[in-house]
C-alpha cells in the first residue's frame, strides 16, 4: 500500500486511524487533517486508493494491518474519510468490524446522486462526474441494480461501530440529504449515529480543516476513544 503514517509520540498505547482522502486527490490532500489527528494521540494512516472499488479493499487492508501494528489498540480502530473517503470507509466497515466510523460528505446512494449531478450544466464538476459515472456503469434506469450495489444505504444494517456524519452546509456536490438519510437509516437499525453541519463549510472543508477535527475529537472523546 501506498501512502504514509504519523505515529503519537510518548505514548505506550493509542487507538488507529484510517484515513481516506476524496476523489482524485492523494493521502497528501488530508495531510494537515492527519496531523492533527496525530498530535492529539491517535496513529494515522493515510492509504492512497483510486475510486471505490479498490478503495474498498486497501481500506480493509489498511484496518487489519493497523490492528496488528505495535502500540495500536485494537478495540479503538476506526476510519476517516472525506467526500468519496467517507463512502468508502462506510463501505469498508461492512467487510472489517471499527469501533467508530467518520463519515465527511460521503454520497450514500449513488443513483440519487447521479441525478443530482446530471442536472448541473456542461463544464461543471458535478456534470463532470455524472457523465463519468454514466460512461462506467450507464444511468440508473439501465443498471439499477449495481449502482444499488455501489451505494452504503443498501448495506447500512452491517456498518459497524459508532458513526459520526458531518457535512458541510455549502457541499453543492453531495447534497446534505443524503447525510440526514444515513442518519434515519442507521437509527432505524439500532446503530449509534450522529450528524454535525458545518454551515460555512464547501464539500472537501477547504479552510475548514481546523472545525472539521475540532467535531471529529469531541466525538471521540464522547466515546472514550481518546482522553
Do not use: C
Not at 493521502?27 to 489527528?37: G, K, N, Q, T
Not at 470507509?89 to 460528505?105: M, N, R, Y
Amino acid at each position: 500500500m501506498v501512502g504514509y503514517a504519523l505515529i503519537p509520540e510518548g505514548l505506550e498505547s493509542y487507538p488507529g486511524l484510517v484515513a481516506l482522502h476524496a476523489f482524485n486527490q492523494t493521502p497528501e490532500a488530508i495531510y494537515e487533517i492527519a496531523r492533527r489527528f496525530a498530535e492529539s494521540g491517535i496513529l494515522v494512516f493515510a492509504p492512497r486508493y483510486a475510486d471505490a472499488s479498490d478503495g474498498v479493499i486497501v481500506s480493509v487492508n489498511a484496518l487489519r494491518n493497523l490492528k496488528s501494528f505495535k502500540g495500536v489498540d485494537p478495540s479503538r480502530v476506526g476510519i476517516f474519510g472525506v467526500s468519496l473517503g467517507g463512502t468508502v470507509a462506510l463501505l469498508a466497515s461492512t467487510q472489517e468490524p471499527v469501533s467508530f466510523v467518520i463519515d465527511v460528505g460521503g454520497w450514500v446512494d449513488l443513483a440519487d446522486l447521479y441525478k443530482h449531478l446530471s442536472k448541473f450544466p456542461e463544464g461543471t464538476p458535478q456534470k463532470y462526474i455524472a457523465e463519468l459515472v454514466k460512461s462506467t456503469i450507464g444511468t440508473p434506469e439501465e443498471s439499477a441494480e449495481i449502482y444499488a450495489l455501489s451505494s452504503p444505504i443498501t448495506y447500512v444494517e452491517k456498518v459497524t461501530g459508532k458513526v459520526l456524519i458531518i457535512h458541510g452546509g455549502k457541499d453543492i456536490m453531495v447534497p446534505v440529504t443524503q447525510s440526514q438519510r444515513l442518519l434515519e437509516e442507521l437509527r432505524k437499525h439500532n446503530i449509534e449515529a450522529k450528524l454535525e453541519v458545518i454551515e460555512d463549510a464547501d464539500y472537501l472543508f477547504s479552510g475548514k480543516e481546523e472545525e472539521l477535527v475540532k467535531v471529529s475529537l469531541e466525538f471521540l472523546r464522547s466515546h472514550k476513544i481518546i482522553q
